[in-house]
């Protein structure tokens, strides 16, 4: 039963470019949570998803980040026009369907830096 | 405003002593309580969960405490190993006990048990 993949594992962009970071929850999943870890720092709340809605954005910055979890395929985390401060590790999450459990399952992460 | 704290950035036992790791929090009425082992480069591994109804729960040599009226919990390893040491997080929902889990990270305590 594979866990949750988050690829790539690496990810070096310029300043300016795009970042797309994704992310395959456990079977049976439904809930999708993405976390920034910035260098120091604890980890941060982001957004989480269900298939096709975005339930909750509040950790999102409100320009340049967007994300997604399509009908079909990975949940992805996209950052445009990237800036050095966006250099951290994201981790995505995932769990059951609600009141089933609570706790959330977490992916190795994606390390995005930005040169 | 909002704040978990755990009470130390690093803690350094002996092996076989008991590690006790401390996470407090304000102006939260979190329903439950979950605690995380991280790994160097690695994401988070859920440990135990306890319920604003509950006040102990054991797994193997873990357990854990909830005192909401304290607004703590307190985190135990007993008979520890080097194989424990990793950083220790604390977090909890942030949905004010709804189903769904958006989770509020502490900073986290790195453990480190010397053979």
Redesign the interface.
Known sequence: NAG?MQNPRHLVRRRGQEARLRCSPMKGHS?V?W?RQLPE?????MV?LQKENI??E?GMPKERFSAEFPKEGPSILRIQQVVRGDSAAY?C?S?PP??LT????????TRLTVT | SQKIEQNSEALNIQEGKTATLTCNYTNYSPAYLQWYRQDPGRGPVFLLLIRENEKEKRKERLKVTFDTTLKQSLFHITASQPADSATYLCALDDAGGTSYGKLTFGQGTILTVHP
């Open positions: 949750v809930h949570y976390y720092e604890g980890l941060k709340f989480y339930i909750d509040s981790f999450a769990s609600a009141g609570y706790e959330q399952y977490f992916g190795p992460g």
